[in-house]
């Protein structure tokens, strides 16, 4: 870890010195992605959001930091807390709350919801309610792009809580051993479900990659400007080399596992470190006055609330709707 506490260190000293304007819109993205968040709380409280939400408060400076690096091209997967990736891939706020409310006109046509939206238009390939899944699927798409040619690549997401999950120890084998261009990202909040990781696994990300030969940093996915600069760094690499890399960022999950988690089995002493405030604090030390990025804010949360209302009025899907697209046509035959 002392490479990866060099790395993070670097990055931290090159990112105050990053232009302001750069951070207003890595600033803006977190916003988008809290005040959307904030919402589908309110939503699934008051019943309007059918299922399960889990909800990514606290590192969305994980998902902003790497997907500013990312191209149209570029293909993800997610994981269960995967709102904060699909909005910083480019689902737009219209079809992401229209899927998650299960309106008709959502992204998926209502039949995704919270852990399963996508939108393959912007190569999010979706969320997954299985630990681990989107790994597995992530790692075909990184196939696909080096079968295809040109320089794409495949990302995956997943939690610490994913580590003791075969599918991610096979993943990074076949990636290293068929040398895919896939970049595998742990967001390591502490947390596997309600269990510390600590208590589930017996290694490390960075001994794991290692033992599969495969480029690993690590580094504080609280600051988004670093996680921006590595992740642009590791991106660069894994586009033109080709082969597999692993990114580990040390998050913080502010909320519950699930809404309505009464967090019973938290001890945590220290008070949760925001990715927002982090971002804010450094937009003050540079001089960007309180009231532009009040301003900024004021107007993301009304765009946020026009999206909510827009969704309220979008069509339910029908009963004959819900069978569309599940088995194929039968042609007639002479």
């Not at 610490?160 to 068929?178: C, F, P, R, T, Y």
Request: with cysteine; net charge negative.
């Amino acid at each position: 870890m002392a490479e990866a506490r060099g790395a993070a260190a670097r990055g931290a000293a090159h990112g105050r010195n990053a232009r302001a304007p750069e951070l207003i819109e890595l600033y803006r993205r977190m916003v988008t992605i809290r005040e959307a968040e904030k919402s589908c709380g309110a939503l699934f409280a008051a019943g309007e959001i059918p299922g399960f939400i889990h909800l990514s408060d606290g590192q969305e400076g994980v998902s902003v930091g790497v997907m500013a690096s990312l191209r149209a091209d570029d293909t993800i997967a997610s994981t269960h807390r995967g709102h904060g990736h699909a909005l910083a891939k480019g689902l737009g706020l219209d079809g992401f709350f229209r899927e998650l409310m299960g309106k008709a006109d959502g992204a998926c046509k209502g039949r995704g919801g919270s852990m399963h939206v996508a939108d393959l238009s912007v190569g999010m390939l979706g969320a997954n309610g299985i630990v681990g899944g989107g790994v597995a699927i992530a790692l075909g798409s990184g196939l696909a792009q080096k079968l295809r040619g040109g320089d794409g690549l495949a990302i995956c997401f997943f939690g610490d809580g994913a580590l003791a999950e075969g599918i991610v120890h096979e993943s990074l084998n076949i990636a290293q051993l068929k040398q895919i261009p896939i970049l595998f990202v742990c967001e390591n909040n502490g947390w596997s479900e309600f269990s510390p990781t600590s208590t589930q696994v017996t290694f490390t990300l960075e001994k794991l990659a290692a033992a599969y030969g495969i480029p690993y940093v690590g580094a504080d996915g609280s600051d988004v400007e670093t996680v921006a600069e590595l992740a642009a760094d590791v991106v660069d690499r894994v586009r033109r080399d080709r082969g597999p890399a692993v990114l580990e960022f040390a998050t913080t999950r502010i909320r519950g596992h699930y809404e309505g988690d009464a967090q019973r089995y938290r001890q945590d002493k220290a008070p949760p470190v925001d990715p927002l405030l982090v971002a804010r604090a450094r937009l003050d030390e540079r001089g960007v006055p309180a009231a532009e990025v009040e301003a900024i804010e004021a107007d993301i949360r009304a765009e946020v609330q026009r999206a909510v209302e827009a969704a309220r009025l979008s069509p339910d899907p029908t009963l004959e709707s819900a069978a569309e697209e599940v088995y194929a046509p039968v042609e007639a035959t002479a």
